[in-house]
Nanobody
Framework: VQLQASGGGLVQPGGSLRLSCVAS????????VGWFRQVPGKEREFIVA???????TYADSVKGRFTISRDNAENTVYLEMNSLKPEDTAVYYC?????????????WGQGTQVTVSS
């Protein structure tokens, strides 16, 4: 599975962005897809993951502000980010693994930069 993340950019505090993660190579609906973010010098942080066989889970830091969705026909997962804060600034990555897997994510996109600043 190849993943391509896009949609990052510069936005003012309180603004919104929508990230996209497009997958190619496999039947996408069989995969659990997650979004992560990382700030230089800090560990990668889990944000949210979605699959058809388990509940969608959000990190407390984004709950109520971020929404994940997927379009299996388009092999795309979206991350709608609202009420953005400066602390949301990071490189955002999408990742995928088979829904049946209990291990770590196997496939990663290249990352897209999100900067929240006035």
């Amino acid at each position: 599975v190849q993943l391509q993340a896009s949609g990052g950019g510069l936005v003012q505090p309180g603004g919104s962005l929508r990230l996209s993660c497009v997958a190619s190579g496999r039947r996408f609906s069989n995969y659990r897809v997650g979004w992560f973010r990382q700030v230089p010098g800090k560990e990668r942080e889990f944000i949210v993951a979605i699959s058809s066989d388990r509940p969608t889970t959000y990190a407390d830091s984004v709950k109520g502000r971020f929404t994940i969705s997927r379009d299996n026909a388009e092999n795309t997962v979206y991350l709608e980010m609202n009420s953005l804060k400066p602390e949301d600034t990071a490189v955002y990555y999408c990742a995928a693994k088979l829904s049946s897997s209990v291990g770590s994510y196997d496939y990663w996109g290249q990352g897209t930069q999100v900067t929240v600043s006035s």
